[in-house]
């Protein structure tokens, strides 16, 4: 058992503005990090003396030695760079930040990541047209190879499964042959979402309303995802500041404890439907993450009936539903029914979600900026506050190998 003096809390957020990729302007990714990490330690009530920790995920291209030399730390303990794909590694970053303050490997441990997709943009996207070079021009300079560029999925890209919206439209629509889910259903995930981003100032979607119609009317993607079933593309960064009870008690602001945090991925899952190998047939219209959740569940001695608020990762609206059943807010196959039923909308639901409108209205930040809206929601800082809470769960990427934290209000 971790000694409750040295149990892990959320201490500190901070962000830099969120735009549509290629909005930021000539800030660059690294500057963005930079601004976001120094944010999040001033939020705490902290200097960047006080971090000897730094930690990341979906290939962060911000070196923590490099971070750590440019803002003069005065030891690195703990520098850490998640295993799980993408936006999967989200939630474990923070849980192996906490695990290295309870273990006293570190004693202020920030968790950033930047995402500047107008610099870099993303795999299968490509960048913005340009003029041809002239004849004598050196040829171009080659730029790292994605995450998602690899040998597994060299079976699937012959057959056009070249970006996300495609590959996880396949379990989405599994789910809707098998269960009879609706676009509409998926609508409403999206327009709920817009709705909670529309009294946030950060979010980049916030001043723009949207309805089912407008879901219906959208362009298809990859079918059933239609424009708005789909995350941003943004550029930002964010950070979340993660130490020990007995540090946290002397702090700027309210502290929020992680009461449990979990991550791994099914038998033969690999990539998940990137992939599309050796994925059981039980699961594949899934998130992948039921036997994830009951482990995280027992850690923190609660259950789904628990949770006050929500902030779920919405890289795309049916996975979102499918994580509702992997949660255990509904059974398998009842999640299009549970949404429907308003379940999700701030006032008046069951389970308000992603009260900062999410990747789908706020930004898509890999889902770190759920995790600061997580740490506001327990704070009571949210702009779509729900009253009295007191324990909100956040997960990260579903359909690939994955993680998630219960945080609780202390």
Not at 90 to 114: F, I, L, P
Not at 289 to 305: D, F, T
Not at 310 to 325: N, P, R
Request: hydrophobic letters at 40%; a negative charge.
């Amino acid at each position: 058992m971790t000694e409750p003096a040295r149990r892990a809390h959320l201490v500190g957020v901070g962000e830099t503005r969120y735009t549509k990729w290629g909005k930021i302007g000539d800030v660059t990714e690294h500057a963005l990090a930079c601004e976001a990490i120094k944010k999040a330690v001033a939020d705490a009530g902290l200097s960047m003396d006080d971090v000897d920790g730094l930690a990341s995920f979906a290939e962060d291209r911000n070196e923590a030695i490099f971070l750590a030399a440019e803002f003069g730390l005065p030891e690195l303990r703990f520098a850490n760079m998640v295993w799980m794909p993408g936006g999967g590694g989200t939630c474990a970053a923070v849980s192996n930040a906490s695990m290295a303050v309870e273990t006293g490997q570190a004693e202020v441990v920030v968790v950033y990541r930047s995402l500047c997709q107008g610099q870099y943009f993303r795999f299968g996207q490509g960048g913005p047209p340009r003029a041809a070079p002239p004849a004598d021009a050196p040829p171009p300079t080659v730029q790292p190879a994605s995450s998602m560029m690899l040998a597994s999925i060299g079976f699937t890209m012959p057959y056009g499964l070249l970006n996300a919206a495609a590959a996880y439209a396949l379990p989405t629509r599994r789910h809707m042959h098998l269960y009879g889910t609706t676009t509409e259903q998926l609508g409403m995930i999206a327009v709920t979402f817009r709705e909670h981003a529309s009294r946030n100032p950060r979010a980049v979607m916030g001043s723009r309303p949207m309805t089912l119609e407008d879901h219906q009317k959208a362009p298809m993607i990859a079918d059933p995802h239609r424009l708005f079933d789909c995350c941003l593309e943004s550029d930002g960064a964010c950070a979340v500041v993660v130490t020990t009870a007995e540090r946290a008690r002397d702090l700027a602001k309210r502290p929020v404890e992680v009461l449990s945090s979990a991550q791994g991925t099914p038998k033969g899952y690999a990539f998940g439907p990137f992939s599309n190998a050796n994925i059981a047939d039980e699961i594949y219209a899934t998130g992948g993450c039921e036997s994830m959740a009951k482990r995280l569940y027992a850690r923190a001695g609660v259950g789904p009936a628990d949770i006050d608020v929500a902030q779920i990762y919405d890289h795309f609206t049916g996975c979102v539903l499918m994580q509702l059943e992997d949660y255990g807010f509904c059974k398998r196959g009842e999640g299009g029914p549970f949404v429907e039923s308003g379940a999700l909308a701030w006032q008046g639901g069951s389970l308000p979600t992603n009260t900062h409108g999410g990747s789908l209205s706020e930004a898509y930040i890999h889902g770190l900026n759920h995790v600061v809206e997580g740490v506001r929601s327990l704070r009571g800082e949210s702009t779509s506050q729900v009253e009295d809470a007191e324990v909100c769960l956040v997960t990260a990427g579903a359909c690939v190998p994955s993680s998630a934290l219960i945080l609780g209000r202390r």
